[in-house]
Structures are given as C-alpha cells and as structure tokens.
C-alpha cells in the first residue's frame, strides 16, 4: 500500500474528518424503500431490497406492467441506478443521440425516473491503443454511484469522474474543469476528473470497468490493470489494483498493488466497503484469485484470502474474481470464474470470516461451495439463506452459514448478471433476454419467466416502487398497474 503526498495532507483535516467518515456506516447495509443510488444499492453491495409492491410479471409486447422503455444503444453492460428524479446507464453510441459526437465511443446515459425521457448524456472517445485496453462497442460497463448533486462512475477510458447530476440543463458549469467543448442541454457537465492510466499507470485489459463506491469523504476504484493482448505479459506490474480518491477533488489519497505481475488476465470486479468488527473496510476481488481487506480510512492491508485450490493451474483451473464481494454479517460471499470468452468452467464459492488477519486462506474460510461452475455473478444474502448464480445458468440457493445447498435452478443460458431477492421473489436474467421469478426460500417455487427481447446482461434495480432493467438495447421501467 503506498499514501499519496494528497493522503498526508487530508490526515491534517483531523478528528472531524474521522468522525464523519465513521458516522458513514449509519445507513449502510439498509436497503431501504426508496433510491437505488449505486451497484447494490448500499456499499456492502449486497443484492437485496425491503420494497414491497413490485410486479412479478410483466411483457414487454403487451405493454403488461410496462411503465415506460427508454433506447439505449446495442450493447448495455452497465447496470441503471436510480437518485434524484433520474435514472442513468452505461451503454455505447450506436443510437447516435447526437450527430456531432460520431463513431465508437462509451456513453452515459441520463433519463427521468418518472416517464423515460431522455436529458443528457456524456460520451467517451475509444482509446487509441483499441481493443487492448478498449474493446469496440462496449460502451461504458460502470455502474454509476450517486450522492446529493454528483455522479461518480468509470468510463471505458479508465477514468474516473465526477459529474453534476443536472448535466448543462441548469445553466451553471461546476468545477474545477471549466473547459467542457460541449455545453448544451443534453451534455454533461464534469466536475472533476481522474485519468488512472495517466496518473497511476494502470493498463486495462479489454475494458475498464469498475463501479465506485463511497464512504465518507473518499471513493474507492478498481483500476482494471491486466494483461496485454498477449495474454501472458503484465505491462504495468507496479500500477495499483485498487485507489482511494477525495470524492470532492479527486485527489489520490492512497493506493494498493499487492497483485503486481501475479495478474491472471484482467480485473473486473468492484470494491465494497462496509464495517467488519470495529473496523471500516474496502473489499478488492482482485485479478490473482485473491480477495482483499483493507482498512478503508488508510488503505492498510488487513487479510487475503485466495479462493482458488492449491493444485488449481491457470487457465484450466485457476479462475480470477469478476463478481463483486458482498459484505454481510462481519463475512465476505465471493464466487470467482473467468473471461465470458473462456467458456464454462470449475469454480468456487465462499463465505469469508473478514475479522480475521494476514493470510485467512485457512483460518477464515466460513465455508467452501465446490458445486458451482465459473462465476461473474454477485451474491445475495437475505433471512439465512445466499444466493449465487454461475456463467453456466444456475442459481444456487444455499445456507448462508454453512453453505448447504437447499435447491439449484438452471435457467438454461449463460448468467451475466446477479440474483436479486426483493418482496419474497428472486428475480435472474439471463443471455436468452429471459426473466425468471422464483420464491425466496428454501424451497424452490418458479413464480413467473419473461422474456426481454434481447440478451439481459445487467441486475434487476428496484426503486420507488418500480425495478429498473435493461436489456442489450432498452431500460425498462416495471411497475404494477
């Protein structure tokens, strides 16, 4: 872990500073009723809600339950959050919103929460170096996190940024960039802004794509550094794996890269960050296998933790971490799996014991669930019960202390996103732009199974009483009539 000359600095701010940064943890892990303000709705990032009131069913022909769509572009990883009268998304630009802001790039995307309708957008050139570091229309993959007037979210260039969530539409061009070249009503208006390849040297592989979470005053990043397109060659061995950011300028605060030439192939997954025993922690799952613990305040390493078999060989056996950790009840629920491009595969659940330190390889593993398949999912744990689904289309319902497995579901096709347990249901899509609602508990009961007209890559968002989804070309709004 290396501290910034920024870091030193913003140790001066003293003990009210402290005190706000732990006074963060009040709401967190409450998923409350109302916004969906970040990938997971909380920083534990754990993929449940206490809404009531949402549809089970519904059909995007017939219109059944179908509050608005919203046209995105033809390829939509990211996942919709929801603050302050408006949702946003990542998508690219092939549905061309602007004629002046042409080509491959990664966009932004700003709609009403209440019927759809388009308000700005911020769109992103393709990286020169191409499909190395910046597959073509991909768009941007990050899912934005939202708090009062700003947005933070990475784009598909590596760099992190703050936007003010009114875009131009108010009139007034916050700073300190001061130089935007387009100012209209439906551009974006940035804040500030934290280019991680310039700054610290991270090389991303094929994409940049991590979701920002924030506790207190800070922001917390995945950098994406990886291999080139070799597959085998680490150019920037000493770039960190994870950064810590001041949320009002983006200065670097502190920084870690305790994977250094040990990457598998990329680093896709995002940080949580929640309170473990008396301590606030960032969670990295990061690109050797390992999962993470810091001290969130300092970025001191606490524990590591490899969720990988000692006999596991790379790339037949050994798998990296693309789901997000999920921090609930002082553990950490990770699953880890590979590069959809790689295929099915062996993988590996676990539940962690976060209190413990140094090398928890052993002493911290809660339990070990072997009988899932490679995995880029992100768990949720509600009422003793975890779900997890896996790349090769099952959802596994399992204990969530000792990781027995109560029923598997196979969906039929390749899960990209996550499972999502609100209002006693299980909501999961997957690849065929299929649907399905299964109750939540221990014994399997398939509610409903719809069909989104295209492949769905990203998690049900509930919010205000409505869920949030997008398929590969549209965000719909859902919504019982």
Known sequence: MIMTKHFSAWLLIGAAA??????????????????WPMWGGTPDRNMTSNMKGLPTEWDVKTKKNVKWVAQLGSQSYGNPVVAGGMVFVGTNNELLRDPKQGGDRGVLMAFRESDGEFLWQQTHTKLESGR???????GVASSPIVEGERLYYVSNRAVVLCLDIQGFRDNENDGPVKDEKLTGQFDADV???????????????????????????????????????????????????????????????????????????????????????????VVSAQGDGWVRGYEASSGKKLWEFDTNPKESVWPRTRNELIGTPVIYQNKVYIANGQDPEHGEGVGHFYAIDATKRGNITETGRVFHYDKIRRSISTAAVADGLVYISDFSGFLHCLDAETGKAYWVHDVLAAVWGSPFVVDGKVYLGDEDGDVVVLQHGKEKKVLAEMNMGSAVYATVVPANGTLFLNNRNELYALAIK
């Open 18 to 35: 402290c005190i706000a940064f732990y006074a963060a943890d009040s709401n967190a892990g409450e998923p409350g009723t109302g916004e």
């Open 132 to 138: 190395a570091n910046d597959w073509p229309f991909q």
């Open 191 to 281: 804040v500030w802004a934290f280019d991680m390849m310039d700054q610290v040297g991270a090389y991303p592989h094929n994409l940049a794509n991590s979701s920002p979470v924030i506790w207190g005053d800070m922001i917390f990043v995945s950098t994406s550094n990886g291999q080139d397109e070799s597959h085998v060659n680490v150019p920037s061995p000493r770039a960190p794996s994870i950064i810590a950011l001041n949320k009002k300028t983006g200065d670097l605060l502190w920084e870690d890269n305790s994977v250094e030439d040990r990457i598998l192939h990329g680093q896709w997954s995002t940080p949580a960050v929640g309170r473990i025993g008396d301590v606030v922690q």
